[in-house]
T-cell receptor, first 116, second 117 residues
Framework: GAVVSQHPSRVICKSGTSVKIECRSL??????MFWYRQFPKQSLMLMAT?????????EQGVEKDKFLINHASLTLSTLTVTSAHPEDSSFYIC????????????FGPGTRLLVL | AQTVTQSQPEMSVQEAETVTLSCTYD???????LFWYKQPPSRQMILVIR??????QNATENRFSVNFQKAAKSFSLKISDSQLGDAAMYFC??????????????FGQGTILTVHP
């Protein structure tokens, strides 16, 4: 089946630093990837849609300058949390679809971010 | 905008018994997909079952089946012969089949399922 990886799986950083999270589709090409944020025991909230070769589309209330998304190739999207603060601590999950007509998204294993 | 509601924050079931998780949704679209995802303690999202809105037949995957009531906008998940490995958080999710929001998933609040031996 389709496999999506994320790196790193866990990161701890100091307040004010930037953190980059990678999302890769390992055995398929994905023109679109999605980034979600999840707090403990809560649902997944879509942050943005990452489109290969174009600007990401952000959901209402998500700061574009805070959460930078780059989708430079058909297998890689990156989320950079700039000037991280403790309130950015969360679980970040990406997903991808093998092709535009695909009905199903495949999820990465997630990245746990802790900002001290 | 579409909304998905799971009214059961927590459910429990005895091993080998059957449990049903509820989900309702709201949409003005006629063509869409509905999903149930499982999130175990590892937090990896796992697709359990998918239903296309244009299909009248309820989807089934081994011990998992759905009761899709399009007019009522209801999409419940039945787990038969529950196993300890079924313990997880379950999310109901909605996705338009086309349009500008293509591909975007809207999730319900989730239901934590506990399986007792």
């Amino acid at each position: 089946g389709a496999v999506v990886s994320q790196h790193p799986s866990r990161v701890i950083c100091k307040s004010g630093t930037s953190v980059k999270i990678e999302c890769r589709s390992l055995d398929f090409q994905a023109t679109t990837m999605f980034w979600y944020r999840q707090f403990p025991k809560q649902s997944l909230m879509l942050m943005a849609t990452s489109n290969e070769g174009s600007k990401a589309t952000y959901e209402q209330g998500v700061e574009k300058d805070k959460f930078l998304i780059n989708h430079a190739s058909l297998t890689l999207s990156t989320l950079t949390v700039t000037s991280a603060h403790p309130e950015d601590s969360s679980f970040y999950i990406c997903s991808a679809s093998p092709q535009r007509g695909s009905k199903t998204q495949y999820f990465g294993p997630g990245t746990r971010l802790l900002v001290l | 905008a579409q909304t998905v509601t799971q009214s059961q924050p927590e459910m429990s079931v005895q091993e080998a018994e059957t449990v049903t998780l509820s989900c309702t949704y709201d949409t003005s679209e006629s063509d869409y997909y509905l999903f149930w995802y499982k999130q175990p303690p590892s937090r990896q999202m796992i697709l359990v079952i998918r239903q296309e809105a244009y299909k009248q037949q309820n989807a089934t995957e081994n011990r998992f089946s759905v009761n899709f009531q399009k007019a009522a906008k209801s999409f419940s998940l039945k787990i038969s012969d529950s196993q300890l490995g079924d313990a997880a958080m379950y999310f109901c999710a909605y996705r338009n089949a086309g349009g500008t929001s293509y591909g975007k998933l809207t999730f319900g609040q989730g239901t934590i399922l506990t399986v007792h031996p």
